[in-house]
Antibody, heavy 119, light 106 residues
Framework: EVQLVESGGVVIQPGGSLRLSCAASGFTFEDYAMHWVRQAPGKGLEWVSLISWNGGSTYYADSVKGRFTISRDNNKNSLYLQMHSLRAEDTAIYYC????????????WGKGTTVTVSS | DIQMTQSPSSLSASVGDRVTITCQASQDIYNYLNWYQQKPGKAPNLLIYDASNLATGVPSRFSGSGSGTDFTFTISSLQPEDIATYYCQQYDNLLTFGGGTKVEIK
């Protein structure tokens, strides 16, 4: 079964740093680009970041550029999101998602991990 | 940046009704558009890719059409299990989601 399981979400103070993880199973992880998408409480979906199959290319939404870093370890079938200088507006459920071969269609999603930025 | 405008933001319809949601892009995105369903408390699920192609396992009552800047998502006969929020997503320039359409049963 294809599965993505996120972890690392916590309650954290503004200005803090946090690393989210996503463990992949049931597919050849190294063959696919991966994404992070977030959803603030009661709001819609916001794309956050994309990483290519080998980690050689990364892309970010303007709202997180310079503060967040996406990375992956294909040996561990894992995706990461390092988050710095966290703000209240970063409060959200963070989903990792697998892309189809096109890199930009998200065909498998995890259940999400919740990040709350609050003092 | 490409903006995606969905309408309506919410709708209420009866079981068996035909439901239509529109998504308008701020510039030509060809057919680079996907549709997702998100049920309450759940992760999103891919329904339609490349504007009109049904994802694996998705019931045929769901369909999509359009190209350029104007796109349509249709549920031909609304079922109780279709209660969800639906999102369009462009991928002509990175990814952008529409604001979502919440579908409820009347």
């Amino acid at each position: 079964e294809v599965q993505l399981v996120e972890s690392g979400g916590v309650v954290i103070q503004p200005g803090g740093s946090l690393r989210l993880s996503c463990a992949a199973s049931g597919f050849t992880f190294e063959d696919y680009a991966m994404h992070w998408v977030r959803q603030a409480p009661g709001k819609g979906l916001e794309w956050v970041s994309l990483i290519s199959w080998n980690g050689g290319s990364t892309y970010y939404a303007d709202s997180v550029k310079g503060r967040f870093t996406i990375s992956r370890d294909n040996n561990k079938n894992s995706l990461y999101l390092q988050m710095h200088s966290l703000r209240a507006e970063d409060t959200a459920i963070y989903y990792c998602a697998k892309a189809q071969a096109t890199r930009v269609t998200l065909d498998v999603w995890g259940k999400g991990t919740t990040v709350t930025v609050s003092s | 940046d490409i903006q995606m405008t969905q309408s309506p933001s919410s709708l209420s319809a009866s079981v068996g009704d035909r439901v239509t949601i529109t998504c308008q892009a701020s510039q030509d995105i060809y057919n680079y558009l996907n549709w997702y369903q998100q049920k309450p408390g759940k992760a999103p699920n891919l329904l339609i890719y490349d504007a009109s192609n049904l994802a694996t396992g998705v019931p045929s009552r769901f369909s999509g059409s359009g190209s350029g800047t104007d796109f349509t998502f249709t549920i031909s006969s609304l079922q109780p299990e279709d209660i969800a929020t639906y999102y369009c997503q462009q991928y002509d320039n990175l990814l952008t989601f529409g604001g979502g359409t919440k579908v409820e049963i009347k």
